[in-house]
């Protein structure tokens, strides 16, 4: 097992956790069963293929969250490599839990054991199904260096000089060099089905150049383009 783990879920904050809840569930997104783990509120959403977790606490916004088992015995590990730990949790009634940030500032937490039951998607959202995370980076080869002593593999972009991809299971992040806004990137078969549905619903949207711009009640940015 790689020292970050098992890729878990998106975490998010939100405001109100049943407002961002019915929003995902408006565009076909699976509500999984969660567990009582946490000492604050939550959901988590579905495509089928990657978690999205609303949770109602002081997230540092976007979150990308990992388990691993024997949290505890791996500090130093993570310490030795550089790896430094801004919050740590080791208590006997609740699960050990680890943050980091990755050195563009993108929250990385790491804990000891799932927080909620995996659900079957059967129907894919009107988003489609997640293509990536995109993020932007100042220094490619310090976020690199980050990136793969937790575990993940570097993949080139070969139609994008300027982009690669970092990848685990259930994970893809692809990582442009400049600046930008982080968001979420679905390839959806039927965009027209979903322009449908979101102007029936009355939910913003913005649409440049083929692509769809959503954003959810709590801030999370989603991108949506025609599959190819």
């Not at 969250?65 to 505890?72: G, M, Q, Y």
């Not at 310490?79 to 740590?88: S, W, Y």
């Not at 979101?198 to 949207?205: R, S, T, V």
Request: hydrophobic share 35%; net charge negative; glycine share 8%.
């Amino acid at each position: 097992m790689s020292l970050f783990g098992q890729f878990l879920e998106i975490s998010v904050p939100v405001d109100d956790i049943q407002e961002s809840l019915a929003w995902y569930c408006q565009l076909g997104f699976t509500e999984c069963p969660v567990g009582d783990i946490y000492d604050h509120h939550y959901a988590v959403v579905t495509d089928g293929r990657i978690n999205i977790g609303l949770h109602d606490q002081e997230l540092e916004g976007l979150t990308l969250s990992f388990v691993r088992p024997e949290l505890r015995s791996r500090l130093q590990e993570l310490e030795a490599l550089g790896l430094e730990t801004e919050e740590v949790y080791q208590g006997e009634e609740r699960f050990h839990e680890v943050t980091l940030t990755d050195p563009d500032g993108l929250p990385v937490r790491l804990l000891e054991a799932r927080s909620f039951s995996a659900a079957n998607a059967d129907e894919t959202p009107l988003t489609g199904g997640i293509r990536h995370i995109e993020v932007f980076t100042r220094d490619a080869e310090q976020l690199t260096a980050f990136w793969c002593a937790g575990g993940l593999d570097v993949h080139a972009d070969d139609d994008d000089e300027d982009s690669f991809e970092l990848l685990s299971k259930g994970l893809s992040i692809k990582v442009t060099e400049g600046r930008g806004k982080n968001a979420l990137n679905f390839y959806c078969q039927n965009p027209a089905t979903l322009e449908s549905v979101l102007i029936n619903k009355d939910m913003p949207y913005k649409k440049k150049a083929g692509t769809i711009s959503l954003m959810a009640p709590e801030g999370t940015r989603l991108l949506i383009s025609a599959s190819h």
